[in-house]
Nanobody, 123 residues
Framework: QVQLQESGGGLAQAGDSLTLSCTAS????????MGWHRQAPGKEREFVAA????????YYADSVEGRFTISRDNAKNAVYLQMDSLKPEDTAIYYC????????????????WGQGTQVTVSS
């Protein structure tokens, strides 16, 4: 069974950086696109970023483009989200997500989710 475990959330001030990590187990990690979604209080969960199985293609939500960077290390079954220039509106629970194919678009409707990690950004 696929399991995704996030880590790295916490408290930050506006302008700070945080890096989220997600490790996967239970399947051939390198075969699938991976990504991140987030859910702010009172809002629906939204897509943040995705990366293809090879790491060669990435996609970002407009709200984080240029500030966040997604990467992966298939040897470690891990995907990362480097978040720079954080804003209070980035406050949310961040969820690691696995797509149902190697293509990053599949992360838009993931097959598997992690439990989430809280990121809180103060002004």
């Amino acid at each position: 069974q696929v399991q995704l475990q996030e880590s790295g959330g916490g408290l930050a001030q506006a302008g700070d950086s945080l890096t989220l990590s997600c490790t996967a187990s239970g399947h051939i990690f390198s075969s699938y696109a991976m990504g991140w979604h987030r859910q702010a209080p009172g809002k629906e969960r939204e897509f943040v970023a995705a990366i293809a199985w090879s790491g060669g293609m990435t996609y970002y939500a407009d709200s984080v483009e240029g500030r966040f960077t997604i990467s992966r290390d298939n040897a470690k079954n891990a995907v990362y989200l480097q978040m720079d220039s954080l804003k209070p509106e980035d406050t949310a629970i961040y969820y690691c997500a696995e797509g149902n194919s190697a293509q990053p678009q599949s992360v838009m409707t993931p097959d598997f989710w992690g439990q989430g990690t809280q990121v809180t950004v103060s002004s």
